[in-house]
């Protein structure tokens, strides 16, 4: 049976959502990692950044914005050494300009895909996948790559059933 990890960064507080900003307790990728975990197994691995981002929805995507056109790659509080133990790589995050915010960057640029299936999965409010998939096959030289999944940040808490039955197909 294969090994699975769920590396996901996730936003609670303020978000974007339909149209508004809501406060939320738990974030959406967190959510939609978590789905990924109960259907097929795995370890969770969450990428958090030593300097947090702001609390405003508003300067956060612009911090977001920011990051991206530097290619900056923000400190974390932990890492994975390395992924050895693990044949699939699920990769979580919120789809922020296109792309995975920069600290997912950070964790992956130091781990090894060579012969792991990676995965991309993006919570968004309207872009879809963005350039998450092209981006992930930039970085994991060496990997496979399963078919993306992208779901509406407003309607993660919901998605249990369709994301449980992409990540069987997946894994």
């Not at 969450?46 to 981002?53: A, G, I, Q, R, W």
């Not at 890492?79 to 960057?105: H, K, S």
């Not at 995965?119 to 930039?138: C, F, N, P, Q, Y």
């Amino acid at each position: 049976m294969a090994k699975n990890i769920i590396i996901y960064y996730s936003r609670k507080g303020q978000n974007y959502w339909n149209g508004g900003i809501k406060n939320i307790a738990k974030g959406n990728t967190e959510i939609v990692a978590e789905f990924i975990q109960t259907a097929v197994g795995g370890d969770l691995f969450e990428v958090e950044t030593v300097k947090e981002y702001d609390a405003d929805y508003y300067k956060c995507i612009d911090e977001a914005q920011d990051e991206l056109r530097e290619g900056a790659r923000p400190e974390l509080k932990k890492y994975l050494d390395n992924i050895d133990e693990y044949d699939n790589v699920f990769v979580c995050g919120p789809c922020w300009w296109g792309t995975y915010p920069m600290a997912v960057f950070t964790q992956l640029e130091k781990l090894d895909f060579t012969g792991k299936k990676v995965i991309a999965v993006m919570t968004h409010e309207g872009s879809g996948l963005g350039s998450s998939e092209r981006d992930l096959k930039k970085l994991c030289t060496g990997a496979t790559f399963g078919k993306g999944l992208s779901v509406h940040g407003a309607d993660a808490a919901g998605s249990e059933s369709t994301v449980a039955a992409w990540a069987k197909k997946q894994a």
